[in-house]
């Protein structure tokens, strides 16, 4: 069974406060974007999962990796007597508030249902992904969402139109533990009503007014180069630009394909050697 698994961004995230369990309590709206890993599990009667990894050498191969987490969780609840042979092919950069460990975890758990036949629903299967991960459960969904509590209670958003953006994404990588405990809580917190009015008119520019991270004022204080790459990314021509989660890439919310491209080739001309450039759409 083969899967593509997509990465998201962020296009609102405020954070709450602390909760008694350690984690923060969140609000934030995010899109899937075609930007994908894939992802194969082959059966066998070996109840050892083994796991590969190609495109990316830092990506652990071991026990702690999402993947075979989401696979032996899944032989556990079950009782299942049989393994895997996992191949994740890596495209979506670690590091990055990308969601692609959270999406590769998300997608694990539904091939290792079909590959070894357990009747299981979505509804069912999303619990088991909020204990891998607070935004694995958004990746059950294909359409835009709204995730609350530590992110795990999440909530799908009506389909909106096709939009475009750039992601650069520069070789450091930030930790997301770091990022939130430099978090401060505020007086006042923002709500994403707005955005969500404006995503569903399909008005880009509304939507580029209304994006919003509340972890870039964190990034920024303890990641020095915060200021040069969003800057980078705002002068080569898109509407409007931030971070996506904790960091550290970066999306531009273009026009259309069209302006989608030409600012594509811009950062790709101006970027550095280092950086990573995509195109793509939701």
């Not at 989401?70 to 670690?94: E, M």
């Not at 920024?220 to 080569?236: C, G, H, N, T």
């Amino acid at each position: 069974m083969l899967a593509e698994t997509p990465a998201k961004i962020n296009l609102f995230f405020e954070v709450l406060g602390k909760r008694y369990d350690g984690f923060h309590e969140i609000v934030s709206v995010a899109v899937p974007i075609r930007l994908c890993d894939a992802l194969t599990l082959v059966p066998s009667k070996d109840p050892q999962i083994q796991f590969e990894c190609v495109g990316n050498d830092t990506v652990p191969a071991d026990e702690t990796n999402l993947v075979v987490k989401a696979v032996k969780l899944i032989q556990k609840r079950f009782n299942v007597q049989y393994g895997a042979a996992i191949t994740l092919l890596k495209r979506i950069p670690i590091q990055a508030g990308l969601g692609g460990g959270s999406s590769n975890a998300a997608a694990a758990l539904r091939l290792a249902c079909q590959v070894w036949d357990i009747s299981v629903s979505d509804s069912e299967l999303m619990p088991l992904a909020a204990e891998l991960g607070s935004d694995c459960p958004l990746f059950f969904y294909d359409v835009p969402t709204i995730s609350t509590g530590r992110g795990e209670r999440v909530q799908p958003l009506p389909s909106i139109p096709t939009l475009w953006f750039v992601l650069l994404k520069p070789p450091e990588g930030l930790s997301t533990a770091k990022v939130y405990a430099e978090c401060l809580p505020q007086r006042e917190n923002r709500m994403p009503d707005d955005l969500i009015a404006a995503m569903s008119n399909g008005n880009v520019h509304e939507i580029g007014r209304h994006l919003f991270n509340r972890l870039e004022i964190p990034a920024r204080k303890i990641w020095p180069r915060f200021d040069a790459v969003k800057s980078q990314l705002l002068s080569s021509g898109c509407i409007a630009g931030q971070m996506t989660g904790s960091g550290t890439a970066f999306f531009g919310l273009c026009e259309d394909e069209s302006h989608a491209e030409e600012v594509f080739r811009r950062l790709q001309r101006d970027s550095a050697p280092d950086d990573d450039v995509f195109l793509v759409r939701t």
